[in-house]
């Protein structure tokens, strides 16, 4: 099976080698995707249509608007997903709830009373999260963005899962919190979008907002914009990446987590 | 000699990489017992699609090609001081400029790339939860321990 596997691996690798040839070198401005009518226009028209100098917040928030929605959607999906499962007792398993440990637990020594960990941490997380909250609302003039800055913000709840326990993680941000916190941020995205429907332009088309936000034009209007759906995008995945955590390190059960 | 190296190596040595790294994973999908193992294997085949696009959108050296954040209003700031006052910050604002693109790295690659390592955490987010849940089940995450203890169960659900 293994050699079989290695065959399989190695002739695809001298294909995908033989291909590689015919590519175009590393670094060459002129090449198929880089010289592409598509790429271009977004470098050159950004800044005209938006005032947004970060091309790539630009392209992801508005050029590329339906696909970021959706991405933030497919995020919003696999937390309930992963709630879903693994909380779901299904006809016939044996399963009795909770994981069997495959190694007996040892009793843990560490329980937030570590001074140099804790001490630490306290400190580190409200930075962590302040440095979250610029990436999110700075995305469109320097790299960032909702992502980015959402991942941040969740990271640093992990973080205090971890360095002190799952129940002090939870007392800020409970189930409840995260899930209303997971759907306010879908429903920012969509709401901003069905706003410009309602005001007569296409879904997503944020230039039409100038009409209700007070002393822009369409461009700003769509900077504007961008921003807000950041922020929507910040809350699902900030939300969404600590229920992941704290649904799988306890097997969904939400309690006794590392 | 030295020319084959050149030109087959050097000059495409991200597709070297890139091919490398993507059959270690799709090596560790296909042969691996344990199935956290397998998603170790998903993973790298990931990045290594993630660094094949990334690397597609390199247009020169750093000292050439800028990351895509167009710094205007700066120079549209200076514009202005420097010129006097005929125009008002605002209309300096809306002037069209001529951009450069090849000055730029090409921004499409990035942003397919931010959304495809979104689907990332969310697929092996999913896929650990499902693996936990068969876990749960059957006590051990190796293949052939599951697909045995899958082959000796009655079959009930037909």
Same mark, same amino acid.
């Given at each position: 099976?293994?050699?079989?596997?290695?065959?399989?691996?190695?002739?695809?690798?001298?294909?995908?080698?033989?291909?590689?040839?015919?590519?175009?070198?590393?670094?060459?401005?002129?090449?198929?995707?880089?010289?592409?009518?598509?790429?271009?226009?977004?470098?050159?028209?950004?800044?005209?249509?938006? +005032?947004?100098?970060?091309?790539?917040?630009?392209?992801?928030?508005?050029?590329?608007?339906?696909?970021?929605? /959706?991405?933030?959607?497919?995020?919003?999906?696999?937390?309930?997903?992963?709630?879903?499962?693994?909380?779901?007792?299904?006809?016939?398993?044996?399963?009795?709830?909770?994981?069997?440990?495959?190694?007996?637990?040892?009793?843990?020594? /560490?329980?937030?009373?570590?001074?140099?960990?804790?001490?630490?941490?306290?400190?580190?997380?409200?930075?962590?999260?302040?440095?979250?909250?610029?990436?999110?609302? +700075?995305?469109? +003039?320097?790299?960032?963005?909702?992502?980015?800055?959402?991942?941040?913000?969740?990271?640093?709840?992990?973080?205090?899962?971890?360095?002190?326990?799952?129940?002090?993680?939870?007392?800020?941000?409970?189930?409840?919190?995260?899930?209303?916190?997971?759907?306010?941020?879908?429903?920012?995205?969509?709401?901003?979008?069905?706003?410009?429907?309602?005001?007569?332009?296409?879904?997503?088309?944020?230039?039409?907002?100038?009409?209700?936000?007070?002393?822009?034009?369409?461009?700003?209007?769509?900077? +504007?914009?961008?921003?807000?759906?950041?922020?929507?995008?910040? /809350?699902?995945?900030?939300?969404?990446?600590?229920?992941?955590?704290?649904?799988?390190?306890?097997?969904?059960?939400?309690?006794?987590?590392? | 000699?030295?020319?084959?190296?050149?030109? *087959?190596?050097?000059?495409?040595?991200?597709?070297?990489?890139?091919?490398?790294?993507?059959?270690?994973?799709?090596?560790?999908?296909?042969? %691996?017992?344990?199935?956290?193992? %397998?998603?170790?294997?998903?993973?790298?085949?990931?990045?290594?699609?993630?660094?094949?696009?990334?690397?597609?959108?390199?247009?020169?050296? *750093?000292?050439?090609?800028?990351?895509?954040?167009?710094?205007?209003?700066?120079?549209?700031?200076?514009?202005?001081?420097?010129?006097?006052?005929?125009?008002?910050?605002?209309?300096?604002?809306?002037?069209?400029?001529?951009?450069?693109?090849?000055?730029?790295?090409?921004?499409?690659?990035?942003? #397919?790339?931010?959304?495809?390592?979104?689907?990332?955490?969310?697929?092996?987010?999913?896929? #650990?939860?499902?693996?936990?849940?068969?876990?749960?089940?059957?006590? *051990?995450?190796?293949?052939?321990?599951?697909?045995?203890?899958?082959?000796?169960?009655?079959?009930?659900?037909?």
């Amino acid at each position: 099976m293994k050699f079989f596997a290695l065959l399989a691996v190695s002739v695809t690798w001298c294909l995908l080698i033989y291909a590689a040839r015919d590519f175009p070198d590393f670094a060459v401005p002129d090449s198929p995707a880089n010289g592409g009518k598509v790429s271009n226009y977004f470098l050159e028209k950004t800044e005209e249509n938006s +005032h947004v100098p970060n091309v790539v917040t630009a392209v992801l928030a508005d050029y590329r608007g339906y696909d970021t929605m /959706f991405e933030t959607v497919v995020i919003f999906t696999a937390g309930i997903a992963i709630m879903a499962i693994l909380r779901m007792t299904p006809g016939g398993s044996t399963g009795s709830g909770a994981l069997p440990p495959a190694v007996p637990r040892r009793k843990r020594t /560490f329980d937030g009373s570590e001074l140099i960990v804790s001490g630490t941490c306290k400190l580190l997380i409200p930075i962590i999260q302040l440095f979250a909250l610029y990436v999110i609302a +700075h995305g469109h +003039h320097s790299p960032g963005g909702g992502f980015q800055g959402g991942v941040i913000l969740g990271a640093s709840f992990i973080l205090l899962a971890i360095s002190r326990n799952l129940d002090a993680a939870l007392q800020r941000l409970s189930e409840k919190r995260y899930l209303m916190l997971a759907s306010v941020g879908v429903l920012i995205y969509a709401g901003i979008g069905v706003m410009s429907l309602l005001l007569g332009a296409n879904f997503l088309d944020y230039g039409i907002l100038s009409q209700i936000l007070p002393a822009t034009d369409a461009a700003m209007a769509r900077s +504007h914009s961008m921003l807000g759906v950041e922020v929507g995008v910040a /809350f699902t995945v900030s939300a969404i990446m600590f229920a992941i955590y704290a649904n799988l390190s306890t097997a969904g059960e939400l309690k006794n987590g590392l | 000699m030295q020319e084959f190296l050149q030109q *087959t190596i050097v000059a495409n040595f991200n597709y070297w990489i890139y091919v490398t790294l993507m059959m270690i994973g799709l090596y560790a999908m296909i042969s %691996k017992n344990n199935l956290i193992k %397998k998603l170790i294997g998903m993973s790298i085949f990931q990045t290594a699609i993630i660094l094949f696009y990334v690397s597609l959108s390199v247009k020169g050296t *750093t000292d050439e090609v800028s990351i895509p954040i167009i710094h205007h209003h700066q120079e549209e700031a200076e514009h202005a001081d420097h010129g006097g006052e005929k125009k008002g910050a605002a209309a300096a604002h809306h002037e069209p400029h001529a951009i450069d693109p090849t000055k730029y790295a090409n921004p499409l690659p990035h942003v #397919l790339m931010l959304t495809a390592i979104v689907v990332g955490v969310a697929i092996l987010g999913v896929a #650990l939860a499902v693996s936990q849940l068969l876990y749960k089940d059957y006590g *051990t995450l190796e293949e052939s321990e599951i697909l045995a203890a899958i082959k000796e169960l009655p079959s009930d659900h037909g």
